[in-house]
């Protein structure tokens, strides 16, 4: 299985992002889908998560800022992020559980990471 993120960069305060996580390979049927982002010096945090194949979703504590979603038929799962913030700079990555379709919220339940995608906010 492979995940491939896109859709960071550099974007100015209050703006906005979609990142993009297309999964390729084997999985089973069920299996959740989560972002999340490291900060330099931080550990890596939970940002949002999604279950494969009924789509139910869990926003994090971004939710008013962030929407997930996805496309079962391309793959692939979606980051909206609006009203950006200079804290939000960090690297997005995306990472699935094959083993569970609960919601993916613990990085140390990620059983595949993308490469991830850096994404910078600032003037």
């Known amino acids: 299985l492979q995940l491939v993120e896109s859709g960071g960069g550099l974007v100015q305060p209050g703006g906005s992002l979609t990142l993009s996580c297309a999964a390729s390979g084997s999985t089973s049927d069920y299996y959740a889908i989560g972002w999340f982002r490291q900060a330099p010096g931080k550990e890596r945090e939970f940002v949002a998560t999604i279950s494969w194949p009924n789509m139910s979703f869990d926003g994090g504590s971004e939710s008013g800022r962030f929407t997930i979603s996805g496309d079962k038929v391309k793959r692939t799962m979606y980051l909206q992020m609006n009203s950006l913030k200079p804290e939000d700079t960090a690297i997005y990555y995306c990472?699935?559980?094959?083993?569970?379709?609960?919601?993916?919220?613990?990085?140390?339940?990620?059983?595949?990471w993308g490469q991830g995608t850096q994404v910078t906010v600032s003037s």
């Open positions: 990472g699935v559980d094959v083993h569970s379709s609960l919601p993916l919220r613990v990085p140390g339940a990620v059983d595949y």
